[in-house]
């Protein structure tokens, strides 16, 4: 028998961070509302510093979810072949499945993105084989929930270090962290080549902040719940203030399958299941999607119904494209010294030479030094090439370079292409007879070109340090969504080439919003969750000045 629960006023999908927020600022507003997050609460204590279990890693298993046993999805390769993967192999581009979601355990760098970040088609023209474009909104008209963003969550930093910031009208409340030994090795060497190093931007408390703690610099950190709760994800800043207000019902452990409709082309609630495998019934007046770039398509697609029979707001055949990521690339380097002095997080400086007007190159990224990479990760994913990965000759480059490593890496800006998509499989479903979303795509030869170039300066900053020998990291041509995955129901003003209008109201249906990284026309050369956290704040601006003028959409 389906459950009934008691109407809302808004149900939110999802509680990572454009949902987290949406929910506390509806329910600030005085509107009734309840928050479906599929996973459960995450804390320190249940996981510990176990790295074979880490979001970043994971090799046995996704500690923060989703789970094994319950969820799978498809993974198509370059040559059409598909394979159906477990949430802890990388090919299934994972979102971690918990209260907070992938903002409990993420590296929490807090980046704007820059003012053409917005306008890349009419800076950078025409890409073959992509459907570059500019956003409907303007930075200037992102910029207060930015800041609002900053201030709410807490963000440590100080952009008057950065000549290629975008303006701001206030700065960020809390200091930037201090540069590590690793870091002023750097800083001196960028100064040299003429860049301009600043501290990196964090959403983590460099002192105590909204009544938590100052960050204890443990080593396990990205990839890891906090130990003193002094990262800031939306678990531990808005939702708990949202729940405070009596007008927000958090409730876990809720797989949404569906957005139902009425006849009259009105979105009229979700269809979920409970821990029990109980399946209820949500109305509400207003439904907010934040279930992640690849969830969010994934349950449109699989609403279909008599008015949308290829998935809601799918009638020109936009929901799911555009699957963007980052095309990660940069350089390691061995240095004769050990730079490393175990203060986490490690990241701790960055350059922003190289985002943008580089002759020749559309886009760029970001610079930064990487997180402290535990043992396993560094042993699989950051020694030179032809080294070895087991037996003597694998332990004794361990204990010899472990310490005298330092790597640098960006994340460069993907040109958006059509065919990298989110779309439902045919012949395989989940644990709850759901369709599970089959992805498929590649990078363009744009973006491989921009990765080689990114990777350059890396070197060329790690030999300006003292480095003895560097080499090069370029990404592979498939698809990325693993980190950073945004574009797959892209806002746009026009319904014919985008998903949602400039609100994150999904054309053609008045109700239904859309408040997370599936918004993002092209996804900046930073990480994006300060972004996905402002659009869920003007997202929410937009619904709650409609809704107070009495309109019911």
């Known amino acids: 028998m389906t459950i009934r629960d008691k109407h809302a006023d808004a149900v939110v999908v999802g509680s990572g961070a454009g949902g987290g927020v949406v929910a506390k600022e509806l329910s600030e507003a005085g509107l009734k509302v309840v928050l479906l997050e599929r996973g459960g609460w995450a804390h320190y204590a249940a996981h510990g510093d176990d790295e074979l279990t880490a979001q970043r890693s994971f090799p046995l298993e996704a500690f923060f979810g989703p789970d094994n046993e319950r969820y799978r999805r498809v993974a198509v390769d370059r040559q059409g072949n598909e394979r159906v993967v477990l949430p802890n192999d990388w090919a299934y581009q994972n979102n971690a499945a918990c209260v907070g979601s992938g903002t409990v355990s993420y590296g929490a760098m807090a980046w704007r993105f820059m003012r053409e970040d917005f306008t890349m088609r009419s800076t950078y023209g025409d890409i073959a084989g992509s459907t570059l474009a500019d956003w409907p909104i303007s930075y200037d008209e992102l910029e207060p929930h930015y800041e609002k963003a900053e201030w709410e969550i807490g963000v440590a930093g100080d952009d008057d270090q950065n000549p290629f910031a975008p303006p701001r009208k206030k700065p960020h409340p809390m200091p930037p962290f201090p540069h590590t030994e690793e870091s002023k090795v750097l800083e001196k060497a960028a100064k040299t080549l003429g860049y301009h190093p600043f501290p990196i931007p964090m959403l983590r408390n460099s002192v105590p902040y909204d009544n938590r703690p100052a960050c204890v610099h443990v080593r396990n950190c990205v990839g890891f719940a906090c130990p003193v709760d002094a990262k800031n994800g939306t678990q531990n800043t808005v939702i708990p203030k949202a729940i405070a207000t009596g007008n927000c019902e958090l409730r876990i452990h809720a797989q949404v399958t569906h957005v139902l409709m009425n006849d009259s082309g009105k979105a009229t609630g979700v269809r979920y299941i409970d821990k029990e495998d109980q399946e209820h019934i949500q109305s509400a007046d207003i439904i907010v999607l934040s279930a992640s770039a ?260």
């Open 294 to 553: 690849t969830e969010t398509p994934r349950l449109l697609l699989n609403s279909r119904n008599r008015l949308h029979p290829h998935g809601i707001g799918n009638r020109y055949d936009w929901v799911g494209r555009n699957l963007q990521g980052h095309a990660y690339c940069g350089a390691d380097g061995l240095f004769g010294e050990e730079l490393f002095n175990r203060d986490g997080p490690g990241a701790t400086i960055a350059i922003a030479d190289f985002v943008h007007n580089n002759p020749g190159i559309t886009g760029g990224a970001v610079l930064c030094n990487e997180f402290i990479k535990l043992p396993y990760a560094y042993s699989s994913g950051f020694r030179p090439p032809g080294s070895k990965s087991w037996g003597r000759a694998h332990k004794e480059f361990q204990k010899r370079n472990y310490m005298r490593n330092v790597s640098i890496r960006g994340p460069v800006q993907e040109v958006p292409n059509f065919e990298s998509r989110v779309e439902v499989s045919d012949s395989v479903r989940d644990y709850w007879e759901m369709p599970v979303a089959r992805i498929s795509g590649f990078k363009l030869d744009e973006d491989i070109k921009t990765a080689r170039f990114i990777a350059d300066k890396a070197q060329k900053w790690l030999e300006a340090a003292g480095a003895t020998e560097v080499w090069q990291s370029i990404p592979g041509t498939g698809v990325s969504g693993s980190q950073h995955q945004s574009g797959t129901c892209r806002m746009g003003d026009d319904p014919q080439t985008s998903v949602t209008d400039r609100y994150g109201r999904v054309h053609d249906v008045d109700n239904l919003f859309i408040a997370d990284g599936s918004l993002h026309v092209t996804n900046g050369g930073f990480n994006p969750v300060l972004t996905i956290m402002a659009l869920g704040y003007r997202v929410s601006e937009y619904i709650v000045k409609e809704w107070q003028a009495g309109n019911r959409f």
